[in-house]
């Protein structure tokens, strides 16, 4: 028996067995050791707490998102002791240790702790003494409003000085009382450290224990263990592209869920003893059912497990809808019987799995197996598949497939413009951005070709659009390409915005990923993807500010814009002179 596949059972909740996620029990677990990865913010916050010119440290978050983590390794830190062993007294609600002189004060949870008792943690902050304090938001802004009139400030500034500072993914300096530096944990992406405890899960020493098991060979986690570390990069980064995504969409999920979704990837809630005694009675099945690749959505290829939908992770990415997009460049080859298609030769040890699979999605007596196969095939094909990198071709056909997959046309172009800046070119946007905030502020959807550098219209119109407007009031018409410019913001997220000049300088819109795709596929003219309500209001905010800056047209005439029964813009106005009433086409 392998005790370390035990451990990682206990970080999800595919059962009841899951205190292996609470801080509390990683401090005095030997095998967390094992998967412990420090944190970026770890040193800052050690360097804060002991150097001579630091101060106290305010650490936030939700729930899950690796607090008391952090704590554990701070405070092994300030005892000496090694990353690999455990703290022998676990961890405490509050302890105090000497570091080379300089008391430094760790609270595990200010919530945890009693009135009187955050009344003393005030008293010593005051008087020089250094806290680690970790909190969630409420109780931070409950913990320093209640003592607003000795800090010298109202409760509305106490508010907004902690808001502000919470309000970033950097370190923030603030000062309540005393100089605090402050991270929150909820503005930090967590994903490429979650992909590092993947590693550490299939790097880990432990599996050298495994290596006595009669049942090595038909282990599904050693497999599942084997595939990830063997083809780290290409799965790696696949995951990746799916936690940004999903990331990208509003949905971030704390480390604790990561790492349940990690260990049930892997694991797929089996033990040493269920395999065993699965493997004696010949019961196991076909293997691909244990792929990492069907248990990463919680399921077998077939049927949803009970135990994984109560994870969150899962459940968000089985909400997202992916993998239900098709790439036909790609997949009639797959689909078609009379191709002969060799399966996975790069990729050995799944090439018999992959072969049953391709078989059952090709049988068209059975519609619904099929179906299901080929949803198993698409999966497979996204996590191992590897085109050839001299064959331009297969690459642009492969990333038709993952964009398909993830639906989500411009993922691969927005985390290369992250990785790499330098090659984001507005040109191939401007067109898209054009036609969706023309449509946004009059209701109108450009015709195909119409040049980004016309103007752009913001006029009076009802809402509902099922009221066909063909003559509107114009509030305002200016020049796009006059008026706005897209860059990169180059900061830690290197994202796109659209940056106002001149009299609309000031004036910006992030153009994060959900917005660039539904940009793109409405400019094609699909129907399917809605704009989210947070993008919509942030629409009718910069429309407002773009009215508010903008000044009116000199004369005291009306603007009227037709739409025409071809598509057409055009534009009649209406100026009173001292000969009577003036109409003009524009």
């Known amino acids: 028996m392998n ?8 970080l999800h909740s595919g059962d009841a067995n899951n205190k292996g996620a609470l801080a509390e029990s990683q401090a005095k677990e030997p095998l967390f050791s094992q998967l412990q990865v420090d944190h970026p913010w770890a040193q800052e916050i050690f360097d804060s707490l002991v150097s001579a010119d630091g101060r106290s440290v305010i650490l936030s978050g939700h729930a899950g998102d690796g607090k008391s983590t952090i704590a554990i390794e701070i405070l092994k830190r300030l005892k000496k002791i090694e990353k690999d062993k455990i703290l022998p007294d676990g961890l405490q609600r509050e302890e105090t240790v000497v570091f080379d002189g300089r008391r430094v004060t760790v609270v595990k949870d200010l919530s945890e702790c009693t009135e009187s008792a955050r009344e003393n943690i005030f008293i010593q902050l005051l008087s020089g003494e250094r806290y680690l304090l970790i ?70 020493s432990e599996w050298s224990n495994c290596a006595g098991c009669a049942c090595k060979d038909a282990c599904p986690i050693l497999r599942n263990r084997l595939l990830i570390a063997k083809y780290r990069n290409r799965v790696l980064d696949r995951i990746r592209l799916l936690y940004f995504r999903t990331y990208a969409y509003g949905e971030r999920l704390t480390m604790r869920q990561i790492s349940a979704h990690f260990s049930y990837m892997l694991t797929a809630a089996l033990d040493c003893t269920t395999i065993q005694n699965k493997a004696l009675m010949g019961d196991l099945g076909p293997m691909e059912r244990y792929l990492f690749v069907n248990r990463f959505w919680g399921d077998d290829g077939l049927n949803g497990e009970p135990g994984a939908r109560q994870m969150k992770a899962i459940r968000v990415f089985v909400e997202q809808h992916l993998n239900s997009q ?115 502020f009059c209701g109108v959807l450009p015709l195909e070709g119409s040049s980004q550098t016309k103007d752009l219209y913001i006029t009076l119109r009802r809402k509902s659009p099922e009221i066909k407007q063909s003559a509107q009031l114009v509030l305002r018409r200016f020049s796009f390409s006059e008026n706005f410019k897209l860059k990169i913001r180059t900061d830690a997220r290197n994202t796109p915005w659209l940056v106002g000049i001149g009299n609309l300088s000031g004036v910006n819109l992030e153009l994060n990923l959900s917005f660039l795709d539904y940009i793109v596929t409405r400019k094609e003219g699909a129907i399917g993807r809605g704009l989210s309500l947070s993008y919509r209001d942030r629409l009718e905010k910069l429309m407002a500010q773009i009215v508010y800056n903008l000044h009116e047209r000199e004369s005291d005439g009306l603007l009227i814009l037709k739409h025409q029964e071809n598509g057409k813009l055009s534009t009649v106005s209406v100026n009173v002179t001292e000969e009577g009433l003036e109409v003009s086409n524009d």
């Open 3 to 10: 005790s370390f596949v035990s451990y990682l059972n206990t």
């Open 135 to 204: 909190s969630n938001t409420g109780t931070l802004l409950d913990f320093f409003k209640r003592r607003s009139d000795r800090l010298g400030k109202s409760m509305i500034e106490v508010e907004n000085d902690l808001l502000t500072a919470l309000d970033s993914s950097q370190k923030q300096s603030m000062v309540l009382g005393v100089g605090f530096s402050v991270y929150n944990l909820a503005q930090y992406d967590n994903v490429d450290l979650g992909l590092k405890l993947l590693e550490r899960m299939v790097e880990s």
């Open 326 to 440: 098709f790439s036909p460049s790609l997949e009639r080859k797959f689909w078609d019987s009379t191709e002969n298609m060799p399966c996975f030769q790069d990729v050995p040890e799944i090439a018999g799995d992959a072969a049953r699979v391709l078989k059952r999605a090709r049988r068209v007596s059975k519609p619904q197996e099929a179906a299901h196969a080929r949803h198993v095939w698409r999966r497979m094909i996204f996590f191992l598949h590897e085109p050839d990198a001299q064959n331009v071709d297969a690459m642009k056909d492969y990333e038709r497939f993952e964009v398909a997959f993830l639906d989500s046309p411009m993922i691969l172009k927005f985390r290369n413009w992250q990785l790499h800046p330098e090659t984001f070119k507005a040109k191939s946007l401007l067109p898209a951005l054009f036609s969706v905030l023309q449509e946004e």
